[in-house]
């Protein structure tokens, strides 16, 4: 029998609904996305609009509507205003900010690119190395253009002819044979020499190298060393040295006939 408040409904009929039951296609006030039991996260704050600057060309960019410039930054000093037209200052190339160029008039030696003196004055015998050409293409790309082969004979023991002198020999004193450290290249007439004579520069890696003790000497006004003229390593093109004790396995043998 049915219970009190009238019969029940028919099959398949909903009931009618509970007290306080959301009624169907209602929205729910209560789930707004979230899952139940978590409570919504407050709205964000709208962003601040963003302005950007452009660089007028007769000066400064007026400041932006509640722009505050930021502190500056330690070890940052700012310089004067490029005006349009003049020439970059000192370690800045033509078309590029921001990055450094060549070193400027003051730049310290040693660092990026140096002032290489060569005298062209020593040469060496034609005999001993004759070149394909007479002039080396400063880069790579010049010599890709330049398509001339580049190459050399060399005659270690060629003879002397009759109007030549003979290789000079230089026997290594207290200091030994003076060789770079990094590409272990001879001392020769063509490197450059640092500090009044206690550093030298390598010709070939630019590696700098310390003078020993029994190897220094002052320089003169023109930066070359002043016993350069009885040194033939640093005044002849090709010297021959004599090789040490450290360069042998065992001393020569006397020959030997059969």
């Known amino acids: 029998g049915g219970g009190a408040g009238g019969p029940p409904p028919p099959a398949g009929m909903p009931g009618p609904p509970m007290p306080g039951a959301p009624t169907p296609g209602a929205p729910n006030p209560a789930f707004n996305g979230q899952p139940f039991g978590q409570q919504q996260a407050p709205p964000k704050p709208p962003a601040a609009p963003q302005f950007q600057s452009f660089q007028q060309p007769g ?8 722009f505050q410039p930021g502190p500056p930054q330690p070890g940052f000093q700012p310089g004067p205003p490029q005006q349009p037209g003049a020439p970059p200052g000192p370690g800045r190339s033509p078309g590029m900010q921001g990055q450094p160029g060549p070193p400027g008039p003051g730049a310290a030696p040693g660092q990026g690119q140096f002032a290489e003196a060569v005298d062209l004055s020593v040469q060496v015998p034609s005999r001993i190395l004759r070149m394909t050409s007479t002039h080396v293409p400063a880069t790579a790309s010049m010599g890709l253009g330049a398509k001339v082969p580049l190459g050399a004979v060399i005659r270690p023991l060629a003879p002397c002819g009759p109007d030549e002198d ?7 004193g207290q200091a030994g044979i003076v060789r770079c450290k990094r590409c272990r290249t001879y ?3 063509f490197v450059n020499w640092l500090e009044n004579g206690r550093r030298w520069r390598c010709n070939i890696c630019t590696q700098i190298n310390d003078t020993s003790a029994p190897y220094f000497c002052h320089l003169d006004s023109d930066g070359n060393r002043r016993d350069r003229d009885h040194r033939p390593e640093l005044s002849e093109g090709v010297v021959e040295f004599v090789a040490p004790s450290e360069y042998m396995v065992r001393p020569p043998q006397p020959p030997s006939y059969f």
């Open 59 to 66: 000066g400064p960019a007026p400041p932006q509507p509640g």
């Open 166 to 172: 003979d290789v000079p020999v230089v026997q290594p």
């Open 187 to 189: 001392i020769n007439a």
